[in-house]
Protein backbone atom coordinates (compact mmCIF):
# COMPACT_ATOMS: atom_id res chain seq x y z
CA UNK A 1 0.00 0.00 0.00
CA UNK A 2 1.23 3.49 -0.86
CA UNK A 3 0.49 6.79 0.32
CA UNK A 4 0.96 10.49 -1.57
CA UNK A 5 4.20 12.23 0.53
CA UNK A 6 1.36 14.49 1.46
CA UNK A 7 -0.51 11.75 3.59
CA UNK A 8 2.89 10.38 4.60
CA UNK A 9 4.06 13.33 6.03
CA UNK A 10 0.68 13.85 7.77
CA UNK A 11 1.43 10.29 9.36
CA UNK A 12 4.99 11.60 10.16
CA UNK A 13 3.63 14.10 12.45
CA UNK A 14 1.11 11.84 13.76
CA UNK A 15 3.46 9.42 14.56
CA UNK A 16 5.48 12.04 16.84
CA UNK A 17 4.32 11.76 20.13
CA UNK A 18 5.36 15.56 21.31
CA UNK A 19 2.93 16.63 18.54
CA UNK A 20 0.31 13.92 19.20
CA UNK A 21 0.27 12.31 22.68
CA UNK A 22 -1.49 9.36 22.92
CA UNK A 23 -4.81 10.88 23.69
CA UNK A 24 -4.96 13.27 20.68
CA UNK A 25 -3.40 10.72 18.43
CA UNK A 26 -6.69 8.48 19.43
CA UNK A 27 -8.83 11.17 19.21
CA UNK A 28 -7.74 11.96 15.89
CA UNK A 29 -8.36 8.15 14.81
CA UNK A 30 -11.76 8.33 16.09
CA UNK A 31 -12.37 11.28 14.04
CA UNK A 32 -11.21 10.09 10.72
CA UNK A 33 -13.10 7.15 10.72
CA UNK A 34 -16.27 8.48 12.12
CA UNK A 35 -15.63 11.52 9.61
CA UNK A 36 -15.97 9.02 6.79
CA UNK A 37 -18.44 5.75 7.89
CA UNK A 38 -20.21 7.47 10.89
CA UNK A 39 -21.39 10.87 10.53
CA UNK A 40 -19.86 13.21 8.30
CA UNK A 41 -20.18 16.19 10.45
CA UNK A 42 -17.58 14.31 12.43
CA UNK A 43 -16.11 17.56 13.56
CA UNK A 44 -11.67 18.03 15.19
CA UNK A 45 -13.63 19.83 18.36
CA UNK A 46 -12.29 17.01 20.39
CA UNK A 47 -11.29 18.08 24.09
CA UNK A 48 -8.10 15.83 23.22
CA UNK A 49 -7.46 17.75 20.31
CA UNK A 50 -7.47 21.23 21.56
CA UNK A 51 -3.86 21.93 22.15
CA UNK A 52 -3.07 20.63 18.60
CA UNK A 53 -1.94 23.50 15.51
CA UNK A 54 -4.90 23.70 13.84
CA UNK A 55 -3.42 23.64 10.12
CA UNK A 56 -1.33 20.46 11.63
CA UNK A 57 -4.91 19.01 12.66
CA UNK A 58 -6.54 19.07 9.19
CA UNK A 59 -2.87 17.45 7.49
CA UNK A 60 -3.10 14.67 9.99
CA UNK A 61 -6.98 13.99 9.53
CA UNK A 62 -6.67 14.24 5.56
CA UNK A 63 -3.41 11.47 6.07
CA UNK A 64 -5.65 9.27 7.96
CA UNK A 65 -8.51 9.61 6.32
CA UNK A 66 -6.90 8.65 2.72
CA UNK A 67 -5.24 5.99 4.46
CA UNK A 68 -8.21 4.34 5.84
CA UNK A 69 -9.88 4.52 2.23
CA UNK A 70 -6.88 3.48 0.33
CA UNK A 71 -6.29 0.77 2.78
CA UNK A 72 -10.22 -0.15 1.99
CA UNK A 73 -10.03 0.62 -1.57
CA UNK A 74 -6.83 -2.32 -1.75
CA UNK A 75 -8.88 -4.21 0.91
CA UNK A 76 -5.30 -4.08 2.58
CA UNK A 77 -4.33 -6.62 5.41
CA UNK A 78 -2.91 -5.67 8.57
CA UNK A 79 0.67 -6.54 7.07
CA UNK A 80 0.41 -4.04 4.30
CA UNK A 81 -0.85 -1.29 6.24
CA UNK A 82 1.61 -1.83 9.37
CA UNK A 83 4.27 -1.67 6.64
CA UNK A 84 2.91 1.63 5.32
CA UNK A 85 3.06 3.15 8.76
CA UNK A 86 6.39 1.81 9.84
CA UNK A 87 7.56 3.46 6.77
CA UNK A 88 6.07 6.89 7.94
CA UNK A 89 8.13 6.46 11.35
CA UNK A 90 4.92 5.13 13.62
CA UNK A 91 6.05 3.06 16.53
CA UNK A 92 4.59 -0.35 17.38
CA UNK A 93 1.90 0.61 19.49
CA UNK A 94 0.38 3.67 17.17
CA UNK A 95 0.24 1.38 14.36
CA UNK A 96 -1.75 -1.37 16.33
CA UNK A 97 -4.21 1.11 17.69
CA UNK A 98 -4.59 2.31 13.73
CA UNK A 99 -5.19 -1.41 12.42
CA UNK A 100 -7.70 -2.48 15.61
CA UNK A 101 -9.96 0.40 14.37
CA UNK A 102 -9.61 -0.78 11.50
CA UNK A 103 -10.27 -4.05 11.56
CA UNK A 104 -13.94 -3.08 13.35
CA UNK A 105 -14.49 -0.98 10.22
CA UNK A 106 -13.12 -3.12 7.62
CA UNK A 107 -16.12 -4.72 6.48
CA UNK A 108 -18.35 -1.51 5.83
CA UNK A 109 -15.37 0.33 4.32
CA UNK A 110 -14.79 -2.44 2.19
CA UNK A 111 -18.55 -2.42 1.29
CA UNK A 112 -18.38 1.25 0.49
CA UNK A 113 -15.48 1.08 -2.04
CA UNK A 114 -17.01 -1.57 -4.00
CA UNK A 115 -20.15 0.58 -4.09
CA UNK A 116 -17.79 3.26 -5.30
CA UNK A 117 -15.70 1.36 -7.15
CA UNK A 118 -19.72 0.98 -9.65
CA UNK A 119 -20.36 3.67 -9.28
CA UNK A 120 -23.55 4.21 -6.68
CA UNK A 121 -23.41 6.80 -4.52
CA UNK A 122 -24.96 6.79 -0.63
CA UNK A 123 -26.62 9.79 0.08
Known amino acids: ?3 SAYA ?7 GDPRRFPRRSYAALLRAAFRSLL ?3 QAGLDDPDLKDIDP ?7 AAAATCILEAGKQKADISA ?9 LDKE ?11 F ?5 YLCFLSLIGIFLI
Not at 8 to 14: D, P, S, V
Not at 81 to 89: F, Q, R, V
Open 55 to 61: TVLKHCH
Open 8 to 14: QGGWRLL
Open 81 to 89: ISTCLEDCK
Open 38 to 40: DHP
Open 1 to 3: MEL
Open 106 to 110: KPILT
Open 94 to 104: RIEQFCTEYQV
